[in-house]
């Protein structure tokens, strides 16, 4: 079964910067919607920025101005661009498809990745 792989995690600085990675496990046809989503430990998952197959791009208030999230159609791959961070975007990030296309043409509906962790130490 198809799944969306996060990488890029890991420790950094405050102030320093990491760029999270998305893509799925093997080729598909396309994903529509791709969004970034984030729970700190012992808090809601949020989320944090979102683009459509288009580049439309929102962000939530937390990481306007230091993140940027962007995608390449080519091989259905998102990134967030994570500039600044600071102790409080600590958390494990999670990529997220509205709408995922598979090579035979199976359509998967709300599609998770495992998560990668990312710690800002102060």
């Known amino acids: 079964q198809v799944q969306l792989v996060e990488s890029g995690g890991g420790l950094v600085q405050t102030g320093g910067s990491l760029r999270l990675s998305c893509a799925p496990s093997?080729?598909?046809?396309?994903?529509?919607?791709m969004d970034w989503y984030r729970q700190g430990q012992g808090k809601d998952r949020e989320l944090v920025a979102t683009?459509?197959?288009?580049?439309?791009?929102n962000y939530a208030d937390s990481g306007k101005g230091r993140f940027t999230i962007s995608r390449n159609n080519a091989n259905n791959t998102v990134y967030l661009q994570m500039n600044s961070l600071k102790p409080e975007d600590t958390a494990v990030y999670y990529c997220h498809a509205d709408l995922l296309i598979t090579i035979d043409r199976r359509r998967m509906y709300n599609c998770w990745g495992q998560g990668t962790q990312v710690t800002v130490s102060s």
């Open positions: 093997e080729s598909i046809l396309s994903i529509t919607r």
């Open positions: 683009i459509t197959t288009s580049g439309v791009t």
